[in-house]
């Protein structure tokens, strides 16, 4: 049962991860001053004291942002996988679960609905990455590069640490 609750647990992060991007993405935008996207709400909303569906959270970006037939598509097949993997995949295949010949099966389900979450992400990350740049001036490559850095710094013993 190990591999099926890891990849159910990857999952819920993907979800996670889902969500939070497109908030994310509305922040952003909400920041260069889009009609009927004020940052203070939108800050709500990522901070989670505004609750908003993964679903509203797709609707206030058809509602409000001009977006790609592509990504409208992605995000609607993504929003579909979400809510599959939070609300269906594991009570729909409990007992495909059990037997150990049909649990890969089922881990298979939840990869392919969960390569359908990150295509999303794949898409907008790059977006709310230069918006960040271009609002606050952040270069996340140059954020990620210090941190693994530092991350790997070991120093005479062989000991990793982060010598300040």
């Known amino acids: ?12 992060l993907d979800c996670q991860e889902f969500e939070y ?10 920041r260069l001053g889009t009609e009927g996207l004020e940052p203070t709400r939108m800050t709500a909303i ?9 679903g509203q959270l797709v609707g206030m970006i058809k509602q409000h942002l001009s977006v790609s037939t592509g990504l409208e598509q992605a995000l609607q097949e993504a929003l579909a996988a979400r809510n599959k993997l939070i609300h269906r995949v594991l009570m729909d295949n409990i007992e495909r679960s059990l037997d150990p010949k049909k ?11 969960r390569s359908k979450v990150g295509k999303v992400d794949d898409m907008i990350r790059p977006i709310v990455e230069a918006l960040g ?6 270069d996340s490559d140059a954020a990620k590069t210090k941190a693994l850095s530092r991350l790997l710094a070991t120093d005479s013993l062989g000991d990793n640490s982060t010598s300040s």
């Not at 099926?4 to 999952?11: F, K, P």
Request: no cysteine; charged share 20%; proline share 2%.
């Open 103 to 113: 649990r890969q099966h089922v881990i298979n389900e939840i990869r392919q609905l």
């Open 1 to 12: 049962m190990t591999p099926l609750l890891v990849e159910a647990g990857a999952a819920l």
């Open 133 to 138: 740049k271009a609002i606050d001036g952040f």
């Open 21 to 30: 991007g497109i908030s994310l993405l509305l922040y952003a935008f909400s």
């Open 46 to 54: 990522m901070e989670n004291t505004e609750k908003k569906t993964a």
